[in-house]
């Protein structure tokens, strides 16, 4: 018999969790979304968003008005309720590179205790090769004795930002599993979504999830690289990133060079397969390598920074972008804190914009840095300008507003959203990645 609508828990409601319950909801299906933090919960029960994330919030609201889509802390309830329950909760890396998978194997403990029927377990939270197998033995040990279960890997790939897109409209699902009866069930959920489906075994799907993080790292840590040699002879990273990319093997995306990878995924993803690697018997030098370049990539910009404002101490500086990429105000990894904590560490004065992500920089930064209400007020008085996320909203402003609020027109571009010979043409010093200056 063919269902086409499933009922469906998902545990944890961060970026992963929350877009993917709220789109599984919009496609049809009945979800609940499970968190244990009680005030997400309570947010999302009155129809706010705890997260950023373009046009998220209104479909929240759409679906939730219509009763797909349902929010509670009670996991053992949203368990029961449910025919496949996805696990998204965050799978942090620890200092020596190893994933913690502390808050899996609980909420896979506890999802095992609550099993009344039949049920298909998905990991969709990226994970080192071999954990749905963890996840498998967690759940034949707590669950009732006569209940049977499957487990599959369905790894995401959704972007922040642009999340609702990938998750509807993405290049392929990738579903690992172990046999027929959770293949078909896992189809028909995605039946909707018109889309290539790769089915494998779960090891692979685990990896694959890892291989393609790790090599869209790679890719930016290679630009990066090259950006540095076209400085160094007064080439141009945008003119040969656009002529590699017209190679259609190599691509033009995740070529734009600047100041390195961060996020959530990527920085953390990289450690964890270096070291998935090495359980593995193998030593992944180019990913130690592109770790190496990105964490570099800042340090490269801030003595740019140093080197070219005299006397930075006691300069007031501003900042344009905080979030690690625009349209989100995540702030997991971006490399302004690296940026922005240097140049306090050299005791300049820091005056902040970004459009979104300004409450959760303050957890960060504190009474260290001034947080402005706008891009223009930020550059009132500044001896210099320094973009560290290339928002919109920031190539709109004009160029002769932004000379005539700053003390001295100097400008450090971290990410290339203007063209240098127009910048020079208009008077400022001007300094970006990878371009003659
Ligand atoms: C995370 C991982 O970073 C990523 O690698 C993975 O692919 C998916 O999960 P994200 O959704 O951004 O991505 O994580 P986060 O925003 O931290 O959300 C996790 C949620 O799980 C939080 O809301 C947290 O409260 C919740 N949680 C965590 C539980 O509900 N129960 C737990 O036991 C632990
Ligand atoms: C990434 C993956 O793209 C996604 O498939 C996975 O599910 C989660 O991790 P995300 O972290 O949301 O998504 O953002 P992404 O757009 O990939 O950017 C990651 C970082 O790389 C950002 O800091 C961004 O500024 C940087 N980046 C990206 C570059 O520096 N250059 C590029 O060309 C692309």
Redesign the pocket.
């Known amino acids: 018999m063919k269902i086409k609508k499933f009922k469906i828990c998902i545990?944890?409601?961060?970026?992963?969790?929350?877009v993917s319950g709220t789109c599984f909801a919009e496609i049809g299906h009945n979800v609940i979304c499970?968190?244990?933090?009680k005030e997400?919960i309570k947010m999302l029960q009155m129809g706010s968003s705890p997260?950023y994330e373009p046009g998220l919030e209104k479909m929240i609201l759409k679906n939730k008005r219509a009763g797909k889509l349902s929010f509670t802390t009670d996991i053992a309830q949203a368990v029961k309720k449910s025919d496949i329950v996805f696990i998204?909760?965050?799978?942090?890396t620890k200092e020596n590179g190893e994933t913690n998978l502390q808050?899996v194997e609980?909420?896979s403990k506890e999802v095992a205790k609550a099993m009344d029927k039949y049920k298909v377990i998905v990991s969709?939270?990226?994970m080192p090769v071999k954990t749905g197998q963890r996840i498998k033995e967690i759940i034949a040990k707590f669950c009732p004795r006569n209940i049977t279960f499957d487990i599959v890997s369905n790894?995401?790939f959704l972007k922040e930002g642009t999340a609702i897109k990938d998750f509807l409209e993405p290049d392929r699902i990738v579903i690992g599993i172990e046999n027929k009866k959770a293949e078909a069930i896992m189809r028909n959920l995605y039946e909707p979504i018109k889309a290539p489906i790769i089915f494998t075994d779960i090891e692979s799907a685990e990896i694959i999830k890892h291989a393609c993080n790790a090599f869209l790292a790679t890719k930016i840590s290679f630009i990066n690289a090259i950006a540095n040699i076209c400085e160094k002879n007064n080439a141009n990273v945008q003119e040969v990133a656009m002529a590699m990319g017209l190679d259609k093997r190599i691509g033009p995306d995740f070529l734009k060079a600047g100041i390195g990878f961060g996020g959530?995924?990527f920085p953390?993803?990289v450690s964890a397969f270096i070291n998935v690697a090495k359980k593995s018997g193998y030593d992944f030098n180019l990913l130690k390598e592109v770790k190496k370049i990105n964490k570099k990539q800042r340090e490269i910009f801030l003595d740019k920074i140093i080197k070219n404002v005299p006397d930075i101490k006691g300069k007031s500086i501003a900042i344009w972008g905080l979030s690690f990429k625009p349209d989100t105000d995540d702030m997991r990894e971006a490399p302004s804190v690296d940026i922005i904590n240097g140049l306090i560490a050299k005791g300049a004065i820091i005056k902040s914009f970004d459009p979104v992500a300004i409450e959760k920089a303050k957890v960060i930064f504190k009474d260290k840095i001034i947080y402005c209400e706008g891009a223009k007020e930020a550059l009132k008085d500044c001896d210099a300008l320094i973009i560290l996320t290339e928002w919109e909203h920031f190539k709109k402003i004009k160029l002769e507003e932004i000379k005539k609020l700053m003390k001295f027109p100097i400008i450090f571009d971290g990410r290339n959203i203007f063209s240098p010979q127009k910048m020079i043409k208009a008077g400022f010093n001007y300094y970006s990645i990878g371009r003659k200056t």
């Open positions: 545990v944890g409601t961060g970026y992963v969790g929350l499970v968190d244990n933090n997400k997260i998204a909760v965050h799978t942090p808050y609980n909420v969709k939270s990226t790894p995401e959530s995924c953390k993803d």
